[in-house]
T-cell receptor, first 113, second 112 residues
Framework: AQSVAQPEDQVNVAEGNPLTVKCTYS??????LFWYVQYPNRGLQFLLK??????LVKGSYGFEAEFNKSQTSFHLKKPSALVSDSALYFC???????????FGAGTRLFVKA | EAQVTQNPRYLITVTGKKLTVTCSQN?????MSWYRQDPGLGLRQIYY???????DKGDVPEGYKVSRKEKRNFPLILESPSPNQTSLYFC???????????FGPGTRLTVL
């Protein structure tokens, strides 16, 4: 069965420190991978995606993600966290057929000043 | 402004009373989808539509109906709502499937 796992419910990091939000996936074929962010009382906003090519993908607000095929992971990273990065982050994958989207349970990021 | 709109934003209703949540996009997107968000479960796909008159079930379609008669609109229908359908609902659209999705602001539904 196709799935997405975000193993951490919550990540805490101090402002200015690097952050990582983890995501692993299970899907047959070549995955299309996405990260979205949800701020309080808002809809989801797109951060970045991996379709093919360079394993390091750069996205909005200074975020980047690294695709690792052998570990089936797509971890979200940022070199220096900001308090304003505090939000709920979702990893998602399009299934092999391309029509369904599977989301992880989400990881809440807290950045402390 | 390119956007996905949903109405209503908040709705409190009673068990069994039919309701419709509307969704509209102004980006000429082919693909549209409905999700529900529940704590600890993330977003789960209810239904999706690849184009006008083409819809299919997601992972949690029970108790819901959809239609896609026009490209821009994709309403979600709950013909007999039950308390387990209390949730936060999001509509989303993308140019094609497997592409970046643009989300509406959400509809918070409470079924008593």
């Amino acid at each position: 069965a196709q799935s997405v796992a975000q193993p951490e419910d919550q990540v805490n990091v101090a402002e200015g420190n690097p952050l990582t939000v983890k995501c692993t996936y299970s899907v047959s074929g070549n995955p299309y991978l996405f990260w979205y962010v949800q701020y309080p009382n808002r809809g989801l906003q797109f951060l970045l995606k991996y379709i093919t090519g360079d394993n390091l993908v750069k996205g909005s607000y200074g975020f980047e993600a690294e695709f690792n095929k052998s570990q089936t992971s797509f971890h979200l990273k940022k070199p220096s966290a900001l308090v304003s990065d505090s939000a709920l982050y979702f990893c998602a994958v399009s299934d092999t057929g391309g029509f369904k989207t599977i989301f992880g349970a989400g990881t809440r990021l807290f950045v402390k000043a | 402004e390119a956007q996905v709109t949903q109405n209503p934003r908040y709705l409190i209703t009673v068990t069994g009373k039919k309701l419709t949540v509307t969704c509209s996009q102004n980006m000429n997107h082919e693909y549209m989808s409905w999700y529900r968000q529940d704590p600890g479960l993330g977003l789960r796909q209810i239904y999706y539509s690849m184009n006008v008159e083409v819809t299919d079930k997601g992972d949690v379609p029970e108790g819901y109906k959809v239609s896609r008669k026009e490209k821009r609109n994709f309403p979600l229908i709950l013909e007999s709502p039950s308390p387990n359908q209390t949730s936060l609902y999001f509509c989303a659209s993308s140019l094609i499937s497997r592409d970046t999705q643009y989300f509406g602001p959400g509809t918070r539904l409470t079924v008593l």
